[in-house]
């Protein structure tokens, strides 16, 4: 009897841990919308007018979601930059723009309010408060993107995005 109650006790506790692990792994679903946080980083940038960046997007854009979500995907410069003729056209996300300054690193707001790209190169107009200095370089740069809607192509590329450089 007592070894009965021995293996009894050992399936329950591992039918418990293993409710735990499920719960954890598949999350209850959720009425909240995902939220997309992208990253575009490149060793330099241009910037042609005080209202404009050019970046290298050799690297690709970094994608990712927060709780209870969390999902990532790698888009190149073509997908990324389509989402401002589409789901950013109407609603354009603000971000952060950061470089690495003469002694310390810069960063200033910005509002993306158009992308395009050559599938090499991303060219963003912005709008901000301060003015960029026109006919610069900039070293170390990223471009933190925070949207407040899911894009469409975040929905049509689910569950990962083709790598198309």
Partial sequence: MKNLITIFNIILLASIASGCAYVHDHPEPTSEPKVWQFVHTADQAQVPNSDTIMMSAAHGIYAS??????????????????????????????????????????????????????????IYIFEANELMKAGGTLSNVTITVRSNIEPKIMESCAPTCPDQR
């Fill in 65 to 122: 979601t927060d709780g209870p979500y969390r999902e990532h995907k790698h888009l190149n410069a073509k997908q990324f930059a389509s989402m401002w003729a589409d789901s950013f056209k109407v609603a354009p996300p603000n971000a952060m723009l950061t470089w690495a300054g003469d002694k310390e690193p810069q960063q200033i707001e910005i509002v993306i309010t158009d992308a395009r790209s050559d599938g090499n190169t991303i």
